[in-house]
């Protein structure tokens, strides 16, 4: 099975500053990897996700993130945040290898300070 | 756009009662997915549905049960409520076919509380 690896529970920024939100999961030979958001109150939506073809995989909202197989990694970067993007952040992954099951991390939960 | 309603926003029961926390989902979408969401720990799979009568057990089946009758509605059922299951429960459905390509849309959640 997969483990997903979210380091920071919590991440405050200024607006307009950047953010990365980081992410690591196990190593395995095929993934496919996403990043939803929690606003509060509500379900989760997708960002983006990475199913092959180029590491650099633009989202919603201004959002992208960076696969990296070497590093087993996937951080999700904005360049300037909002007062709306204060939410909760959760990287998932797919193991080709484990059927169906998705493998969330625990998440991030990004504040945005006026 | 895809919509996934679950039944309650809210639900407060007595430990020992029988609970039924409802999904429906409007595109027909042959996966379904219960999740239970709870602080530090992520989302946690419960159940999977790939077709109408067929059911997969997660990483944390125990204590629940599942019924899908009908391809739009996923239920979850706790058989006896304990404190220990209090929780928000996430339903999720998406496209057919391999559910690690597709994306899984959510519904707003539902909040239990087991007194």
């Known amino acids: 099975a997969q483990s997903v690896t979210q380091l920071d529970s919590q991440v405050p920024v200024f607006e307009e500053a950047p953010v990365e939100l980081r992410c690591n999961y196990s190593?395995?030979?095929?993934?496919?990897l996403f990043w939803y958001v929690q606003y509060p109150n509500q379900g989760l939506q997708l960002l983006l996700k990475?199913?092959?073809?180029?590491?650099l995989v633009k989202g919603i909202n201004g959002f992208e993130a960076e696969f990296n197989k070497s590093q087993t990694s996937f951080h999700l970067r904005k360049p300037s945040v909002h007062i709306s993007d204060t939410a909760e952040y959760f990287c998932a992954v797919s193991d080709y290898s484990d059927g169906n099951q998705f493998y969330f991390g625990t998440g991030t939960s990004l504040t945005v300070i006026p | 756009d895809v919509k996934v309603t679950q039944s309650s926003r809210y639900l407060v029961k007595r430990t020992g009662e029988k609970v039924f926390l409802e999904c429906v989902q409007d595109?027909?979408?042959?996966?379904m997915f219960w999740y239970r969401q709870d602080p530090g720990l992520g989302l946690r799979l419960i159940y999977f549905?790939?077709?109408?009568?067929?059911?997969e057990k997660g990483d944390i089946p125990e204590g629940y049960s599942v019924s899908r009758e009908k391809k739009e509605r996923f239920s979850l059922i706790l058989e006896s409520a304990s404190t220990n299951q209090t929780s928000m429960y996430l339903c999720?459905?998406?496209?057919?076919?391999?559910?690690?390509?597709?994306?899984?849309?959510f519904g707003p959640g539902t909040r239990l509380t087991v007194l």
């Open positions: 595109m027909d979408h042959e996966n």
């Open positions: 999720a459905s998406s496209l057919p076919g391999l559910a690690v390509y597709n994306e899984q849309f």
């Open positions: 990475y199913l092959s073809g180029s590491t």
């Open positions: 190593s395995s030979v095929s993934v496919y």
């Open positions: 549905s790939y077709d109408v009568k067929m059911k």
